[in-house]
């Protein structure tokens, strides 16, 4: 490790009152390595790692106006820890060590800040009914939770300093926000009267004079998709939390037109006075005809005559309202919503109008309402991934589960990176380009992985059931044995118990059967807000909770409250799942084996997140049961295996309830 990275790391680690670790020590030698030469590098960090450290460390080093550092990262707990906690640290023993000052500074999308304007009544209202939801009852308070939220919000945007949802201290929905809040394409900017006081102008300006910007992985999607301006230009890359990078630009890439989103359009449109706006309606109304005759799901062969007429029909009728709408609406807010609506459906449309094979389309409902909603979504973003995200720059990504089947390449293969061992690229059916359209030279994406050593000894600390013994999962209610197993596993280990579930019904379905059988709470995820329920989990040594995918990451609670970590099933993607089984399509004209490839490395990164939840700390002790025979008796099983940590593995039952019934022993004797 260079003496100066040496140096910071030491005086971080002494602040913390913490002890050198090999596996951080490690890790910030090979990313500072990546950041002078160049290249990719995969890094696996597991749980107790640092990982956050061993790459802060060395950009703390490097990063400069000269070579901006990125970091990005999946969930909004992990960029305030970085914002809050971290980067003030390093940044402090960077300037405290070698004199260096490192500013930073977070990066988020445009409608992820308030807008004075709105707040202020500078936009016609969202809702119609806006102002009677939030009118007082007599007793002094709103009449309906949205008028509440809205109210709570528009008092916060008069203290907030900056204007940042993600620094609320309350809960506002969806809904509520949009009230505040306005995207890119909506602002006025500089024709507003607060431009000179805009969050997310402020936001960007000061992004760009730092030296290190800390953003997530939607805005790197939206830099996927070709709109690489929204980053200040940068040397390098830092993708935290890399396992989700793939369905983010998948997401960020992904549109949609619904009934819903034509008649805010019309209503906008309407609002500011266009001309042509009855025949706008008129394909609306066509629209809605044809998408309802369509059966949901996936689009797999010609598209249906009806409903290609109606979309470019409504591709059609957006143009000529945007053209009643041209010219320079001089910050009248009311065209400009109408505009950021018009644009929005027209370029949908065009892109469904005009839709390949390298897309995705789909029928799906949208909304409480469940009015249908016509999909479409990229079947490759590796290519896009690798041609404007992790080149030219150095780049390097990182999580507790890149190695899948105990191998980098599941993993690269997804974000575009070629095989070294091969002079060929992985099987696909795209090629990669690079932002010319010129083919990508196997140097331009040269990549390497390392696995950097844990302080966890897995295999002392935990052990790893298979419920060999039930049947293989099948459609229908969550059957007896598996309730039974579950039941005689949570009594061992006295509640304590985290149930990781594959559908909302299984997961509500077990919840309510094993309440009457074991004498401790049991929380199901449908039942609050997710938050407060871990909260209450942490807190309460003999309660449980039940969940489904948002629990299978992310969710860090060491100690005793969480012995037990109960998954009923491998985390398949559902066989209706219009993209994934597109992808294995894919994968298999190219010749590859798609569920290999697809379905297979997806559930190895949700598994191996889902058993992670287990030991958080080096004290920590439990039981992973996982009650899906299949992980023992299918050839696959094995990759799903290594991909897991190495905990002591077992198939017998009794082997797992005796080790937890001695766990709950001794701490009764503590």
């Not at 990063?63 to 992990?78: E, F, Y």
């Not at 025949?279 to 409903?307: C, H, K, M, N, Y």
């Not at 000894?457 to 999962?473: D, H, K, N």
Request: hydrophobic share 40%.
């Amino acid at each position: 490790m260079p003496e100066p990275d040496q140096r910071i790391l030491a005086a971080v680690v002494g602040a913390l009152g913490g002890s050198p670790r090999p596996g951080q020590q490690r890790m910030v030698r090979e990313v500072g390595a990546v950041m002078d030469a160049g290249g990719t590098l995969l890094v696996q960090a597991g749980t107790g790692t640092g990982k956050s450290l061993g790459y802060l460390v060395p950009a703390a080093g490097r990063a400069d106006a000269n070579n901006r550092v990125v970091i990005s990262t999946a969930t909004i707990a992990l960029q305030r820890q970085l914002m809050r906690k971290d980067v003030p640290l390093v940044s402090a023993a960077a300037r405290a060590t070698n004199g260096r000052e490192i500013t930073a500074a977070a990066l988020k999308g445009w409608q992820n800040y308030v807008c004075r304007n709105k707040v202020d009544g500078g936009y016609p209202d969202e809702e119609p009914t806006l102002f009677d939801l939030a009118t007082q009852t007599d007793a002094g308070a709103p009449s309906s939770e949205l008028g509440s939220q809205v109210m709570k919000l528009r008092s916060w945007a008069q203290q907030t300093d900056t204007g940042d949802r993600d620094d609320l201290e309350f809960t506002a929905s969806d809904r509520a926000w949009r009230q505040v809040s306005v995207t890119k394409n909506e602002c006025l900017g500089s024709h507003c009267r607060f431009f000179e006081e805009c969050f997310a102008r402020l936001a960007r300006e000061q992004a760009a004079e730092a030296d290190l910007i800390v953003t997530n992985h939607s805005m790197l999607g939206l830099m996927a998709t070709g709109n690489e301006g929204l980053i200040p230009p940068h040397g390098v890359v830092v993708i935290d939390e890399a396992h989700e990078l793939v369905d983010r630009v998948t997401s960020a890439a992904s549109q949609q037109i619904s009934v819903r989103s034509l008649m805010t359009a019309s209503k906008r449109a309407r609002q500011a006075g266009a001309a042509s706006i009855g025949s706008f309606d008129s394909t609306v109304d066509a629209f809605a005809q044809a998408i309802v005759a369509v059966p949901e799901g996936r689009i797999r062969d010609e598209f249906p005559a009806s409903l290609a007429a109606a979309v470019e029909a409504v591709r059609d009728g957006a143009r000529q309202v945007l053209s009643d709408l041209r010219g320079d609406d001089q910050g009248n807010a009311s065209t400009r919503l109408a505009r950021a609506s018009l644009t929005e459906v027209f370029e949908v449309a065009e892109r469904v109008a005009a839709a390949s094979g390298a897309d995705v389309l789909w029928v799906s409902p949208a909304g409480p309402d469940s009015v249908p909603a016509l999909n479409v979504a990229p079947l490759d973003v590796s290519s896009a991934i690798a041609g404007r995200v992790l080149r030219p720059r150095s780049a390097i990504l990182t999580s507790a589960t890149l190695f899948l089947g105990g191998k980098f390449e599941p993993f690269a293969r997804g974000i575009g990176l070629w095989d070294p061992q091969q002079k060929a690229p992985w099987p696909r059916a795209s090629s990669r380009l690079d932002d010319e359209g010129r083919p990508l030279e196997p140097a331009a994406l040269r990549w390497r992985g390392e696995r950097v050593e844990t302080p966890f000894s897995y295999s002392r600390q935990g052990i790893l059931y298979v419920a060999r013994e039930l049947p293989p999962p099948a459609a229908g209610p969550v059957p007896a044995g598996h309730i039974d197993a579950i039941v005689e596993l949570m009594l061992a280990a006295g509640g304590r118990t985290l149930g990781l579930f594959t559908s909302r019904r299984a997961a509500v379905e077990a919840a309510q059967a094993v309440r009457a059988r074991v004498p401790w709470p049991v929380l199901s995820q449908d039942e609050g807000h997710l938050g407060e329920l871990v909260r209450t989990f942490a807190g309460d040594e003999e309660t449980s909770l039940f969940g489904t995918r948002s629990l299978w990451q992310g969710i860090d609670v060491p100690g005793d409250s969480c012995r037990l970590v109960i998954i009923d099933k491998i985390p398949f993607a559902r066989p209706d799942d219009p993209i994934a089984s597109a992808r294995i399509e894919q994968v298999t004209r190219a010749g590859g084996n798609g569920f290999q490839v697809v379905s297979l490395a997806s559930a190895a990164l949700a598994l191996a997140q889902g058993v992670g939840r287990l030991i958080r700390s080096d004290s920590d002790r439990g039981v992973v049961a996982i009650l899906d025979p299949r992980v023992a008796s299918k050839s696959y099983g094995s990759f799903l295996v290594r991909s897991l940590p190495d905990f002591w593995r077992t198939d017998d039952r009794r082997v797992a309830v005796s080790a937890l019934g001695r766990l709950q022993a001794a701490a009764r004797t503590d």
